[in-house]
């Protein structure tokens, strides 16, 4: 028995080591890291490093584009939470409820941007948008409706709004695939009872698929959440680099200009201490939020 349980232990160890070490490298050295150089002003590149203490989360509370920035990344939270949620939910059902003949295509076509890399998102709708040869302005002076054609990403009004549109849709496939697998899950018992009670599409919807799905739900969310507040500056910074006039500029690309643009990477460290704070802060908050009894069939 003692053999037993050690060689339980020596097998744990051997498959939980290796994990921890990679987890320590990759996420907790920079978390710390990070931590550390925000005392510091330090350009990045010199070996000259001076300890300022508190002085940069001073400044950090004092520069007036942080609370644009932050307004950007939650405009950015909100509005691809519902886009993406709402598409992806509906596309889910249509797919799995319906009989469509051709729902093994659609999956694959709207899972495609996910395997695009957020670069090359960016890019192509950056030729999108272009208020020459792009597809938007194109398409509208084809139907009548120059009056409407702008610099899309050159309007400090529309810049953010814009990115919105390829930030849903390179998520939307994604989470329709998570979706379809809680809802492939459902009995059809249970909308087959519905249906000789009378009940609508739409009861059944909000009755018996969202209540089964919601772990999948809150899930995406959160996700969403997390990969946004933490990764949208590429997308940003691919698209507008923060333009116009910083009307795009979100935390992480606020931080990049800071850190390898303007080499003071004390303060961008600083501001990514504020990212990961943030961030815990609003999944806490939406797991509190979101917190309801399991449903189980």
Known sequence: MVQSKKQKYIFLAFCLVPTFILFSIFTLYPLFSGLYFSFFDWSGSSSVKEFVGFANYIKLFKDSIIPDTIMHDYFLVVTKILGIMVLAMFFAVALTQLKIKEAPFYRIVFFFPNIMSVVVIGILWTFIYNPSLGLVNSGLEFLGLEEWAKPWLGDEKWALPSIVLP?????????????MGGIANISKSFYEAAK?????????????????????VKVSILYIVITTLNGSFILVQVMTGGGPNNSTHVMGSYLYQQAFKQYNFGYGATIGVMILVLSLITVLFLQFLMRREKVEY
Do not use: Y
């Open 196 to 216: 000789i009670d009378g009940a609508s599409e739409w009861q059944q919807f909000w009755k018996i698929t969202l209540p089964l799905v919601w772990p999948q």
């Open 167 to 179: 930030a849903v849709w390179a998520g939307i496939g994604l989470f329709m695939l998570m979706l």
